[in-house]
């Protein structure tokens, strides 16, 4: 595996791939690698000639600087994961190097007006700055997000059309643990016990689910925020249901072809997000 921890060792690095016509697929990551994770980059892997990975904790997409700061890092073991999935080319930068070029501002108008983009001012935009220089500067065919980040998957495809970049975004199925966690980086930051209730969030959303013949989509909202404050521990901060391409809210069942419903809830101290599809 190549390790590049400059623009300058990738461009080169880059370079001769490209000199040899080999597909690129790209997984852009914050480190703290875990099996979610290793899903995307088994994809890549298999999907392309080449596998780039980048690990990077992107500071302009933190809106809270303790939610920077306490975000884990540990470069060694990233390494390793990495280099056991097959990966190609690591690019480990730092931050001075990534913003040479100041960062510019995104806007994503409706897109970002809900979730995330409301809750979390200005991440998307710091978002889409490290993920389009991290496109062009890898001149990957492919890069490998997680459903996850539901509306992240909807900005950058909406970033690309934005910069007239020419690369395909796939997005790739929740991987969650074996009692139904969404696998994330934060979830190492839950205590023990918060651990044991943390499972909880995709129960509820299942559950909702099975009521989704029965209960309009009002009605749904209202038994997922009754059922979060059955549990004490949870704080909701938001649960929405909106349409899966536009992500605006959606309250009646007419026209409608994706549904989502997305989650963001608090559990000792840490933010975790999940979704559920409707249809
Ligand atoms: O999803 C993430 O881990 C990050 O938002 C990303 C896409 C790597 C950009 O920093």
């Known amino acids: 595996m190549n390790i590049c921890r400059t623009v300058e060792e990738l461009n080169s690095a880059i370079e001769s791939v490209k000199l040899q016509h080999k597909t690129i697929g790209l997984v852009p990551t914050m480190g703290a690698l875990h099996d979610g994770h290793k899903s995307l980059f088994i994809r890549a892997r298999k999907e392309n000639d080449v596998f780039v990975s980048s690990v990077f904790v992107n500071p302009i997409q933190f809106n809270n600087k303790e939610d920077f700061e306490k975000y884990p890092r540990d470069e060694q073991k990233d390494l390793a994961v990495l280099e056991e999935c097959g990966c190609d080319i690591a690019f480990v930068p730092k931050a001075e190097d990534v913003y040479q ?62 910069e007239n970049i020419n690369i395909e975004i796939v997005p790739c199925p929740i991987y969650r643990d074996e009692d ?33 013949d029965s209960l309009s989509f009002n009605q749904i909202t209202r038994f997922v925020e009754d059922e979060f404050a059955k549990v004490k521990e949870f704080q909701l901060e938001y649960f929405i249901i909106v349409d899966d391409t536009t992500l605006q809210p959606i309250h009646t069942r007419e026209n409608n072809q994706g549904v989502v419903g997305c989650v963001a809830v608090w559990l000792d101290g840490v933010r975790l997000i999940d979704i559920q599809r409707y249809y």
Request: glycine fraction near 6%.
């Open 101 to 162: 070029q100041e960062p510019k501002e995104f806007h994503f108008g409706k897109l970002e007006e809900v979730m995330e983009g409301k809750q979390r001012p200005g991440h998307f935009s710091g978002v889409a700055n490290i993920v389009s220089r991290l496109f062009l500067w890898t001149k990957a065919d492919r890069a490998y997000f997680g459903e996850k980040d539901y509306q992240q998957i909807a900005i950058i495809k909406d970033m690309i059309r934005q």
């Open 180 to 212: 139904g966690l969404a696998t994330s980086s934060r979830n190492q930051r839950l205590s023990k016990e918060a651990r044991l209730i943390a499972p909880k969030i995709h129960q509820i959303l299942e559950k909702s689910f099975l009521q989704k």
